[in-house]
């Protein structure tokens, strides 16, 4: 596969949904950035829910970051940011909150990227879900070197 060739894989459910969160816990690493799209509902949320309980391996409250823009948590390994920037009306918001600088050492779940502006990191994975027939589909590009390739490797054959 082409190193710029997109993955689309649809997720029937919630619990195929689950599943892919559960799969990149395992793929991500400290740096990596992932750009989560879709409307209001589309599962942004529920995906990075299920990807921040996967990589702490443990029961963990993970609320939406709505209303707090961030929420972090300590993994193993780095520190994984999640955060909401719906509420956001421009770019340089993002640096009062000190993503810039998380971007380079934790694992950053980005909701809303739009309002990153120009401060997109280059290696971001973006997915985008959208509602399809009683599910969604999940569409994702970018991301370092070698992260599409993995991510493709591990989905079922039937994605």
């Known amino acids: 596969m082409p190193i710029n ?14 599943a892919l969160g ?10 990596d950035t992932v750009l989560l ?4 509902g589309a599962g942004k949320t529920h995906l990075s829910r299920a990807l921040i309980q996967a990589r702490l391996n ?5 609320p939406s970051p709505t209303f707090t823009l961030v929420q972090t948590y300590e993994a193993d390994d780095c520190e994984i940011w999640h955060a909401d920037l719906y509420r956001l009306s421009h ?12 971007f380079e050492s934790g694992i950053c779940l980005i909701e809303w ?4 502006g120009d401060l997109v990191p280059k290696t971001a994975l973006s997915i985008v879900l959208r509602p399809k027939n009683d599910g969604r589909e999940a ?13 493709q490797k591990a989905l ?4």
């Open 156 to 159: 079922p054959p039937h994605e």
């Open 22 to 31: 559960h799969l990149l816990a395992t793929l991500l690493q400290p740096g």
């Open 139 to 151: 569409v994702l590009s970018g991301g370092r070197t070698g992260l599409l390739q993995a991510i």
């Open 91 to 102: 770019p340089n918001e993002v640096l009062e909150l000190g993503l810039e600088a998380a």
């Open 113 to 116: 990227p739009d309002r990153l």
């Open 5 to 18: 060739t997109p993955i689309t894989c649809y997720l029937p459910d919630d619990a195929a949904t689950t």
């Open 58 to 62: 443990r029961a963990e409250d993970v």
């Open 37 to 40: 799209g879709g409307g209001i």
